[in-house]
């Protein structure tokens, strides 16, 4: 016999029901991280696919938290990082902890790609999408900063998509193999952000561990 979906909805609330459900997913994903070679990560993936990665949500990845990390990973293990529009819905201090976290699960020489809506992008629909605290955003990142806070955990930071303070876009060619990033200039075709040729634009920025 077929449950009800609001039956089905109230087992999902059940903390027991989401214990289970997240010791499931954390034993499915450590059998995938074991397998990869190399080992290519998105973080807040959702329901993102990406061939040859293997994607995380916050149910068994708070990347805030040391102990999530060590459930899944071991130091200097991943050979690539992906974020796309994640870290705005952390604080800054969140986001340190989180960037620090980052570097120290990376190889020496390994790539953390991060995408976060850009704060020196300043049309009206654009702005009105990504200032916080609209879809439960708590940080807004510049090129100013973004790189800079990167830089803290250690890494050399490289902007490969942004807009500068005097809002001119910039955008130098990336490998998409490297780390897909849909809300781009190369990529995105939302019309509702259509500015000239462009259309949604992110503050993209590659962290290499160095």
Request: proline share 0%.
């Given at each position: 016999m077929q449950v009800p979906e609001?039956?089905?909805q109230v087992v999902r609330r059940v903390p027991l029901y989401r214990q289970a459900r997240r010791e499931y997913e954390l034993s499915r994903l450590r059998r995938r991280v074991r397998g990869a070679d190399p080992l290519l990560v998105v973080i807040g993936g959702g329901g993102t696919r990406f061939d040859g990665w293997v994607c995380t949500d916050r149910e068994v990845l708070d990347v805030t938290r040391p102990e999530d990390w060590r459930r899944l990973f071991v130091p200097d293990s991943i050979?690539?990082?992906l974020s796309e529009h994640v870290f705005e819905h952390l604080t800054e201090d969140e986001c340190r902890a989180a960037f620090a976290e980052c570097y120290r699960h990376l190889k020496p020489g390994g790539l953390f790609r991060v995408a976060v809506p850009d704060g020196y992008r300043r049309d009206s629909a654009y702005?009105?999408?990504v200032t916080p605290p609209n879809d439960g955003h708590k940080s807004l990142f510049t090129v100013d900063t973004l790189p800079h806070l990167l830089e803290g955990a250690g890494f050399e930071a490289t902007p490969l998509e942004y807009f500068d303070?005097?809002?001119?876009f910039h955008a130098a060619e990336w490998d998409e193999r490297e780390g897909f990033v849909s809300r781009s200039v190369r990529f995105d075709?939302?019309?509702?952000?259509r500015r000239g040729e462009l259309f949604y634009t992110s503050l993209i920025v590659?962290?290499?561990k160095v």
């Open positions: 609001r039956i089905k050979d690539r990082l702005v009105a999408e303070a005097a809002e001119n075709s939302q019309e509702r952000f590659d962290a290499r």
